[in-house]
T-cell receptor, first 111, second 117 residues
Framework: DAKTTQPPSMDCAEGRAANLPCNHS???????VYWYRQIHSQGPQYIIH???NNETNEMASLIITEDRKSSTLILPHATLRDTAVYYC????????????FGTGTSLTVIP | NAGVMQNPRHLVRRRGQEARLRCSPM?????VYWYRQLPEEGLKFMVY????????ESGMPKERFSAEFPKEGPSILRIQQVVRGDSAAYFC???????????????FGPGTRLLVL
């Protein structure tokens, strides 16, 4: 699976959009981009995933560049409860075994 | 639909004792994964199981650790003769039967915090 690079930490003002970047320059054509978050040592929570089209759900939006070498997770209106470590993971479908969690981005939402 | 359940949530053991961690997957999920998270680190994959089969144990320590997912009942992660270095959070995840694509999303439980004294 391709390696990802994320900034170690970010701050965001409450109510503003949080934009979390992820670089995955070695991504292969059939590898998906997944985002999870971990709030204060709870179990990781699935947020969203995509292949090449932008995706949106009730939690967030995922913007994947046309060359697929990077992506951005957008939390449209950050709240204090969004303070967490966010993990960007690139994974091939059908491997069926594991997600590789790196160090992620520690997002702090500031009142 | 209940999520992934793990118990106990906290477990304290003395060095040399055995630890048993249990995981009940989400309803309809037949695949279970165990991860370990050491303090201040990311999650590390340990083992992937289907009912009655170990599919991938490439992340399991070679000694003292074992896992099973019987036909009936929860998946069990067993650590024999625990040492202080085993102190960590152990997370279980489950996913539906594989078909490629979105079905492979893993859903995580709340974890078991193991403390070895």
């Amino acid at each position: 699976d391709a390696k990802t690079t994320q900034p170690p930490s970010m701050d965001c003002a409450e109510g503003r959009a949080a934009n979390l970047p992820c670089n995955h320059s070695t991504i292969s054509g059939n590898e998906y981009v997944y985002w999870y978050r971990q709030i204060h040592s709870q179990g990781p929570q699935y947020i969203i995933h995509g292949l090449k089209n932008n995706e949106t759900n009730e939690m967030a939006s995922l913007i994947i560049t046309e060359d697929r070498k990077s992506s951005t997770l957008i939390l449209p209106h950050a709240t204090l409860r969004d303070t967490a470590v966010y993990y960007c993971i690139v994974r091939r479908p059908g491997t069926g075994n594991q997600f590789y969690f790196g160090t992620g981005t520690s997002l702090t939402v500031i009142p | 639909n209940a999520g992934v359940m793990q118990n106990p949530r906290h477990l304290v053991r003395r060095r040399g004792q055995e630890a048993r961690l249990r995981c009940s997957p989400m309803k309809g999920h037949s695949h279970v994964y165990w991860y370990r998270q050491l303090p201040e680190e990311g999650l590390k994959f340990m083992v992937y199981l289907q009912k009655e089969n170990i599919i991938d144990e490439s992340g399991m320590p070679k000694e003292r650790f074992s896992a099973e997912f019987p036909k009936e009942g929860p998946s069990i992660l067993r650590i024999q003769q625990v040492v202080r270095g085993d102190s960590a959070a152990y997370f279980c995840a489950s996913s539906p039967p594989l078909a490629g694509g979105p079905q492979e999303t893993q859903y995580f439980g709340p974890g078991t915090r193991l403390l070895v004294l």
